[in-house]
């Protein structure tokens, strides 16, 4: 279950970048750089679960991804 819980944040967090860019160009230019400015500065979720060694609990690699978005 929780794999497929995993696959469906990675789905829903790349719909949610679609989306929020495809919003944001309405805003003026200054919002928009200091938007992108910000974005630059976080690091994305990484989904794949094949970084993690191999006894890690697929609770924690899903906390982690959580965490990363947030």
């Known amino acids: 279950m929780l794999a ?3 696959f469906e944040l990675k789905n829903l967090w790349f719909v949610y970048n679609k989306k929020i860019n495809g919003l944001l160009m309405i805003l003026p230019a200054e919002v928009l750089n200091r938007y992108d ?5 976080l690091n994305p979720p990484v989904f794949d679960v094949h970084k993690y060694p191999p006894e890690t ?3 924690d690699i899903f906390d982690e991804c959580v965490y990363k978005m947030g």
């Open 4 to 6: 497929s819980e995993l």
């Open 57 to 59: 609990k697929f609770e």
């Open 37 to 41: 400015m910000v974005v630059k500065s």
